[in-house]
Structures are given as C-alpha cells and as structure tokens.
C-alpha cells in the first residue's frame, strides 16, 4: 500500500496497529497522541479570536478570548444576531484555528429530513451516532474474520486494542442504555423502530437529545434544547446534565434549567467574549449592577460633554455612549411594557370581587373515535375541571397524556364524549397556543393583519399597541415571511391582548421567545385580570404567575396547590418510564410515534400484588389504584378518598390519594390507610349494577336526543333543558338562533334567557323535568357574599347554583 493511498476499513492492514488507528475519529488518534507524549489538556484557550459569517461580510466576534475550562458547566447568554449558533457551529466543524483537536466535540441540534433510503430507525439512530463506537464494531467483525484464517502477534494485538475501546465506551451495555434514554423522552419498543423521518420535529428534537448524551463528548454544545420539549423530558433533561461528567456549553431561554445546571457564563456582547465564574443567578445580578453602572457612568459623561466636535476622538467617543445609554433606556422601558393587557370588563352580572365560574367540565370522558370497537379514551378515568374569573392554573405532563385535549374541550374544538360541560354565555377568550402563526397570512404585514382583524379601530392606535409587542420601528410594515418566529408570535399576541379577554389560555408561550422577553410576559401575565391557564415547561413561567397545579400523566388527573408536589408527582412518570414499567398501546398518544402507558398505579397495579422494591425486599402491595379508601388528614382524622397512584420504585411504597370532601390531593404512607369494609360479592354486585345503570343513561339520552332532532322547534314551544348542573328543567323555546343552536329561558331559575346547543334540548315531560329548587331561609353561611352577604343569597349566582345542586 502506498503513503499516499487512504486507509479505510477494506483495504487496512489489520495486523499494524498504526493503520488501524488511522481509522479512528480525528479526536480519537489525538488523544492517543497526546498520551503517548502525555501532554494533555481539555482546556480551550484562544487569544485573540474573531468570528466572522460564511461570506465575510459581518464580523460577530473581534480580537476577543475564546476560553473553556474542562469539566465545566458552561452556559452562553447573548442577543438575538450576536453569533451563539454560528460559534457552535465552528467548534463543532473543527474550523476554528488552533481549537484542541483531540476533544470530542457534539453539536446537539434538531435532526434534518433526509432521502427515506438512507432513513434509520430512532433506536438505530441513536446507536449509529456515536461514530467512534460504530467504526470499532466495524473494525471487530473485520479482525474476527481475519482471525479465523490467520493468526500473528499483530492481529492479536490489534484484536486486544479494539477490544478495550469496546469496553471503555461501553459496547455491551449500549442498546440497553439507549432504550432506558428513550423511554424517558416517550418512545416505547414500537416507537424505537419507527423511521426518523416519520416523526415530527419535536420528537425528533428529543432523538437529538440521547444522540447527544449517548455520545459522551468532552464538550457538548446544546442549543436551545427545550424548544419542543414537554414538561417532565425537560426535568429528565435537567437531570442529565447534572450529571454529565464532563463539559457542556448550554443556549436555552429556559432560566431554571440555567439556574440549577451551570456554574460558569459567557456573555456575547459589542462582538467581546465576557467571562463569569459564577452560576446563571449570581450573573444575572452582577450584569443588572453592570449595566446600571455603566449607565450612570454615560450619563454622566455625556452632562460633561455636551458641546463637542463630532468629528474629534472625543467626538467619536460621545456618539458612541449615546447609543449605548438611549439604547440601554429603551430596553428597560420597552421590556417592562413590551406585552400589556387593557382594562378588563367585567362579566355579565358579576359584582366587584365576584367569582363567577366561565367553564366547568363535571365527570368528563373523551375519545376521538367513540363508535369504534374498542374506543380508546384520552380521560378513562372521568374529570372534573372547573374554571372561575380568578383561577390561575399551570398544566404540566408528558406530551400525549391530554392536555391538548383539555384545551381543545375547553376551547369547544372538542365535545366531551361523555359527562357535562358548562360555559358562561358572555365570557370572551383568547388562546394563544403553539402554532397560532399558522392563522397569519405571509403576505401581509403585522399592521395590515390588525386592521384586518379589527377594521374599525384607527391605523395609529393600532400601531402603537403593535410596538408595545416589539413589533414597531419599522417592523410593523414588514411582510410576515420576513420575521421570526418570535416576531410573529408576538403578532397574535397583539390580536389577542386588543381586547381584554376573560380567560386567557397560552400553550407553551415561552418557545422562541429570549429570556427578557420571557420576563416581560411573565409580569404581563401577573398584571393580566382574568382567569389564566397554562400550559409551559418553564418552571420559572409557571412558579410566577400560577396558583394552583395540575399534573396530567397517563391515569392521573391531579391538582396541586405547590409546584414542588406537582413536579415530583409528573417526573415520577418519567422515571417509571426511563426504569422499563410495562407499557400497552392504549393511552399515551403520539409520545414516541405510539400510544402507550404506564401500568396502572406505577409499578403495581392490584391489591395483593407481590413488589419488588430497590432495596431487593419483596413486599404485598395493600391497597390498589382506584380503591376506595380511608385516608388521614392533617387533622388526625380519617376521611374518604380514592388511591390515585402507587409508586414503588423506592425503598417504602407511596400512596398518592384524592380526598372526596376536600378534592386535595396528599402522599400518604401505608400506615395511614384504612380498608372500606366491603364484600367482593356485594362489591362486585355493585360494580355490575353502576356498569349497567351507565349503559341504560346512555341509551336514554341517546333516544331522548335523537327524539329533539326531529322536532321543528318554534317559539314558544315547552321543552327540557339542561342546567349548568347538568340537570334537565322546565324550560320555553325563545328564538331559534341558527343551526341546532336555540336561545331559551327556564321556568324556575331565574329570567335571564339562555343559549343552549340542540343535544342540552328534549321533548317536554313533566315527569322527566328536576323539581323547582325550593328557596332555602337565610342562614348562617349564606355564602361568602358581598356587602351583607352572609345571609340570603350569600354570593349571588354561586350561591344559588350551590342550592339548585342540592334540590
């Protein structure tokens, strides 16, 4: 073979250790150097350094220092367009002079579509990306072969060599590690196999991820990685770097994930690298102090200098702190006003400080193919959710689990299969979810789409509350193809906040949006007067603006009044996961490209059940999910409630109930359960009976329904109508308000009119109607009420709602 012909796999000499070597990664044969010279050193350090764009024409970066300690955790803050992807970019390509040649560098980035022929399945993916791991297997199915024909010191030699880097990668071990990674971003046996090319960008984001924990790099660039991510992959996500044993520099607007992951910043700033030994928090502050320094400074220098030649050094230097100092001001103003809600209106009949409910949902099931043989039901387990004008609720679970369903049934794009729905008739919404820029026409620009929507308000005030979104200078009358994704996500921001709505539900409002933008609408959202929902997988988002918690996972429907139960609640799924908990293809939809689940209850799912716990102990399992029980309450007494999970992946199984009285939910450990006295006979009789009494309602509604279709209602016509409390009363036909939509007023409960869809309508039958509730003395708790509320109507419309119930 000659000097000059490259080595490769098929024509090496597998007897030369050398050649072989020559096969290896770059980084690989420059580690073997170095330690056969044994100078090696895991530090970059590059003085002076400058970066520029492809085409040379822009400078992001001049005569600054590129340093990165080894073993450290790095994070990268910088503006939009000062050169944070294009830096990853050259220290992933190697194109960076004198940067270490010898580290093994791994730019994690969502995964391109390529041609389906050399398409690969996500398993097969993450396997194949760890290059050095997939040569070696290479070079060991080759040398055995050799082996067999031939033997000599060298190919033995060499056999050992290969051998050794197997093992210190872990080539046993590594489909089993990639799986126990999988499971834990969603993809179940069925989902691994599935080709990368199917599946969405958000998924293949999550590939991206175990590509680049598989690859055990000494420096791992990660860019952006929670944009697609749901709320437990990010805790998993987090977990992982904590863990990572060697270095990482991290770009994310997700501060929490900043705050508990790096210890070390560097800031892209006037095209200067700045350097921060500290964590995201502690340089959060020292920036603050900074920048208002500085700008005290400026001010002061430009008071001194009022009066001089432009064209002087002195000159250049005054034009120069100018800038600085108007540019300074107009970012703290504008990102203290930069998302903004006007004046809130209050509902119809609601008085100052009055709670009135805008949405309930009460025993809710929903499937998308009801008919079907075997339906599969995103809420097996019914739901009961209700929305007043002050809630304040973050939503956090797996992708799959139902909360886009949630949204959609709140919404109305979606009908409970089963159960009742209540909506207020005057409340407005605004929802602002994760492609409402699909709705923007890119012809337009942000200033003609608001006319548009709102055509009889002035140009001029509409382009002042453009500005307050960012969107001003001259952006409002560009073209929407011309704009970020930000930018055009802060276009439907501005429809929405127009007009103060009601309920205000944002799905994942963070995504794309930089951290101080992240601040802005935080405050915005605090300020904001109506009910709010969200669902995010910001920590920080949710710790600041919500009050309550709700944990949707596959089987679970909880709420949580502090984020610390909610979060441990939903990452305890993901470790079930990550840990091999049998799965079968009925609940989680489109996790991993399939629909799977946690086996009920964790993993244990009967009464009786034999578990084996970390500690290796094998204990019976007392009580099971769904089991009605007696549980503790803070008060030292026991109180109805129902198991809503077990978790026996640590060394004591933890029961989580749902109290019936208080609808809390509590870790209670097994000491403070008690067994509801309960025959299997007469359990089992009652099961049977409640199965059966669901069966026939539903078939009586079914016929009640399709007997209203083919009435031809009309003014004045007697009929049934469902209440708010799901109950049917006496009720008149005022207006047909067109397709299957009737506005109607009831006899007992009060004079305003009503709309109603034709499903809440029936055929007038005495006998069917609820009895008029009967009008209850005054008492002592009335109601929380306004002013000389506690007694008669106590809290007006709540109030009286609470009496219809108990009629």
């Known amino acids: 073979m000659s000097k000059e012909q490259e080595v490769t796999i098929d024509n090496v000499d ?92 791994h730019h994690c980035k969502e995964m391109e579509h390529v041609d389906d022929s050399v398409a690969e399945s996500v398993l097969d993916t993450v396997v194949h990306s760890h290059g050095f791991l997939n040569l070696l297997r290479k070079c060991d199915v080759k040398i055995t072969e050799v082996m067999k024909e031939q033997q000599s010191e060298g190919l033995t030699e060499v056999k050992t060599m290969i051998d050794n880097y197997l093992r210190s990668i872990g080539n046993d071990s590594a489909e089993d590690n990639v799986k126990k990674m999988l499971r834990a971003l969603g993809f179940d046996d069925e989902g691994m196999l599935r080709s990368t090319n199917d599946l969405s960008g958000g998924l293949r984001m999550r590939v991206a991820l175990a590509c680049a924990f598989f690859s055990n790099a000494d420096l791992l660039l990660l860019d952006e990685p929670t944009n697609h991510l749901d709320f437990p992959s990010v805790l998993w996500l987090e977990n992982r770097l904590r863990g990572y044993g060697k270095s990482f520099l991290l770009v994310t607007h997700d501060r929490d994930l900043l705050v508990n992951v790096t210890t070390s910043c560097l800031l892209l700033e006037d095209k200067q690298i700045q350097y921060y030994n500290c ?167 942000p200033l003609e789409f608001m006319m548009e929507q709102f055509p009889d308000v002035k140009s001029g005030l509409l382009r002042n509350h453009l500005a307050k979104t960012s969107i001003g200078g001259g952006v409002e009358s560009t073209r929407m193809q011309s704009l970020s994704y930000s930018q055009r996500s802060c276009v439907i921001f501005a429809k929405l906040t127009y007009v103060c709505p009601h309920l205000l539900i944002m799905d994942e409002p963070t995504n794309f949006l930089d951290i101080e933008s992240v601040d802005s609408l935080i ?134 109930v749902k109290y019936t009285k208080f609808n809390k939910v509590a870790n209670i450990p097994e000491a403070g359960l008690k067994k509801v006295v309960q025959s ?24 009640a329904l399709e007997a209203a279709k083919n009435v031809k209602w009309a003014p004045g016509d007697k009929c049934l109508a469902m209440h708010s409390d799901g109950r049917f009363y006496a009720a008149s036909v005022v207006k047909v308000n067109g397709f299957e939509m009737f506005v109607i007023k009831f006899d007992v409960l009060g004079n305003d009119d009503v709309i109603v869809p034709l499903k809440k309508l029936r055929i007038f039958d005495p006998s069917a109607a609820t009895p008029a509730p009967v009008p209850k003395k005054a008492a002592g708790k009335g109601g929380k009420g306004g002013k000389g509320g506690k007694g008669g109507k106590g809290r007006g419309g709540k109030g009286q709602q609470r009496r219809v119930a108990a009629a």
């Not at 429907?557 to 799965?583: C, H, P, R, W």
């Not at 009786?608 to 309450?633: H, M, N, P, S, Y």
């Open 279 to 445: 964590g995201f928090g502690e340089f959060e502050k020292r920036k603050a102090k900074e920048d208002e320094k500085k700008y005290v400074d400026c001010e002061k220098f430009l008071k001194m200098n009022r009066n001089v030649d432009p064209s002087t050094p002195l000159g250049a230097q005054v034009a120069k702190k100018r800038d600085w100092s108007h540019n300074y001001h107009e970012k703290q103003v504008r990102m203290q006003g930069k998302f903004t809600f006007p004046a809130a209106t209050p509902l119809k009949g609601q008085k100052p400080g009055q709670e009135v409910t805008i949405y309930k949902l009460d025993n809710v099931r929903f499937s998308y193919k009801p008919d079907a043989e075997n339906p599969l039901y995103i809420f097996d387990n019914p739901i009961s959710f209700e929305v007043k004008t002050n809630s304040r609720v973050g939503i956090m679970g797996p992708n799959g689990a139902g909360k886009s369903t949630l949204l959609k049934l709140l919404t109305k794009k979606l009908t409970p299969t089963e159960g009742t729905h209540y909506e207020n008739p005057d409340f407005t919404l605004a929802y602002f979810g994760q492609h409402s820029t699909a709705e923007l026409n890119m012809e337009l620009t």
């Open 14 to 105: 597998w007897s030369s250790k050398e050649q072989v070597i020559k096969l290896f990664p770059v980084y690989a044969q420059e580690t073997i150097k170095n330690e056969r010279t044994k100078k090696v050193s895991n530090t970059v350090e590059i003085e002076p350094f400058t970066l520029q764009t492809p085409f040379k024409d822009k400078t992001m970066l001049k005569n600054t220092k590129l340093f990165l300690e080894p073993n450290k955790r790095h994070c990268l803050f910088g503006s939009n367009g000062t050169g944070k992807t294009l830096l990853f970019e050259r220290m992933a390509d190697g194109t960076i002079k004198d940067f270490p040649k010898h580290l093994n560098v």
């Open 523 to 656: 405050g915005a959202a605090n300020k904001f007067p109506g009910a709010l929902l969200v669902v995010t997988h910001s920590r920080h988002f949710l710790r600041a603006c919500a009050k309550e918690y709700l944990s949707v996972v596959p089987g679970q429907f909880l709420m949580f009044d502090n984020m610390k139960e909610a979060e441990g609640s939903t990452y305890t799924f993901i470790q079930e996961l990550e840990s091999g908990v049998k799965m079968d293809a009925s609940a989680l939809a489109a996790g991993g490209g399939s629909r799977h689940t946690v086996k009920k209850g964790g993993e244990a799912a009967a009464t009786g059940e034999v578990v084996t716990q970390e500690d290796g102990t094998e204990v019976v399992l007392k009580f099971a999910v769904g089991e009605e029980v007696k549980a503790l309450w803070t008060d030292k007494k026991f109180y109805e409630a129902v198991i809503a999970k077990v978790a026996t992946t640590a060394p004591k199984i933890k029961y989580t």
């Open 680 to 703: 299997a006979a007469i359990a089992a009789k009652a099961k049977a009976d409640q199965k059966a009494a669901a069966v026939a309602r539903k078939e009586a509604a079914a016929a």
